[in-house]
């Protein structure tokens, strides 16, 4: 391993859920976290670094074609999700990503499996494919509100048990992504209750903001403590060793980006994907292509002036 490499996944180690660990969110994780990163000034220029590193990255993935990455982004309201994706994203060949949000699922979507939405949306080999709200809402909003399943048509007999199954269901369905050339990233920000008050004043007092703020934002963050379980388990549940969850300081905005774009920069590092190799045939018949296409260069092109006679 370089030493880069080495630096990126010590970097991340303390956001990572270990399979098996019980999770208590609020004993476990800091909101307000940041390391030995102190200022935001300097934040920003990693941030420069880590983008970079993901376009290289995002670049021969795309040329490789053999894996996909999925990174699933999962939050409460005003944690920083769309401004994680792009911010993090900055810089990448949008050509090779796709992103999804999941709302309240239609009356199409509930005519399926609750894992049927998702499977639509996945990214192809070689693609970044970004769930803002995932899967994972299924076992979240759904399980603080339990009366939504009623309008998911389960077969009668189907709800004792509902929660550990699906948490099973979820982490067999990721498993077979995974063994088939698929990566999921997993990231979790997490927000304090004070800076979710304070993000939700700025929408209500910025203009421009003001479309971000709903009703239902105010009234989610009434089941505070509801969701806090919920996310509790749901990491200490689906957080395996083929597809980790990592809880992301979410407090400092430009720290959450920085820790986002090294949690994936590290998953495509393991991925380690390379540009295709070219034969040397290939070679050889590309090198005749060259020379005919030299033959065909302008008669009377004007000679290179620094060429001697
Ligand atoms: P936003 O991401 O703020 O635009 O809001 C999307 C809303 O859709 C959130 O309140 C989510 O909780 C809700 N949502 C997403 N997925 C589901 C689901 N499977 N069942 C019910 N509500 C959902
Ligand atoms: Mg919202």
């Known amino acids: ?68 990455v999925l990174v699933v982004l999962q939050a409460l309201d005003a944690a920083g999700k769309d401004g994680t994706i792009r ?13 999804n ?3 309240v699922p239609s009356s199409e979507e509930l005519d399926h499996d609750y894992l049927w939405r998702y499977g639509q949306r996945l990214p192809a080999r070689g693609e970044i494919g970004i769930f803002n709200r995932s899967h994972y809402e299924e076992v979240l909003v759904v399980r603080v509100h339990p009366e939504l399943l009623d309008r998911q048509k389960l077969p009668r007999g189907t709800r004792k048990g509902l929660w550990k199954r ?8 990721e498993r077979t992504l995974s063994d088939n050339g698929f990566k999921i990233v997993k990231l979790f920000l997490n927000l304090s209750q004070e800076e979710q008050r304070i993000r939700f004043l700025r929408r209500i007092d910025l203009r421009d903001h003001n479309w971000k703020f709903s009703a239902a934002d105010i009234r989610e963050r009434e089941y505070w403590d509801a969701y806090q379980r919920a996310f509790s388990q749901m990491l200490s549940r689906t957080s395996t060793e083929w597809a980790p969850w990592y809880v992301i300081p979410a407090d400092r905005k430009w720290y959450a980006r920085i820790a986002a774009a090294a ?6 590092i393991e991925l380690d994907p390379r540009y295709p190799k070219v034969s040397k045939e290939a070679r050889e018949a590309l090198q005749e292509i060259k020379v005919t296409l030299e033959k065909q260069a302008p008669e009377g092109a004007a000679p290179d002036p620094f060429v001697a006679e």
């Open 166 to 173: 699906r948490y099973h269901e979820i982490n067999a369905w």
């Open 263 to 268: 949690v994936l920069a590290n998953t495509l």
């Open 87 to 99: 911010h993090v994203m900055t810089g990448v060949n949008p050509q090779g990503v796709s992103v």
């Open 1 to 68: 391993m370089t030493t880069r490499e080495q630096r990126i996944a010590d970097f991340i180690a303390p956001f990572r859920v270990e399979p098996g660990s019980k999770v208590n969110l609020a004993k476990d994780f800091e909101p307000d976290f940041k390391g030995t990163i102190q200022s935001k000034k300097r934040g920003r220029k990693l941030l420069v670094q880590g983008t970079e590193l993901l376009s290289e990255y995002q670049s021969r993935l795309y040329a490789q074609h053999t894996h996909g």
């Open 101 to 103: 949000s999941f709302k």
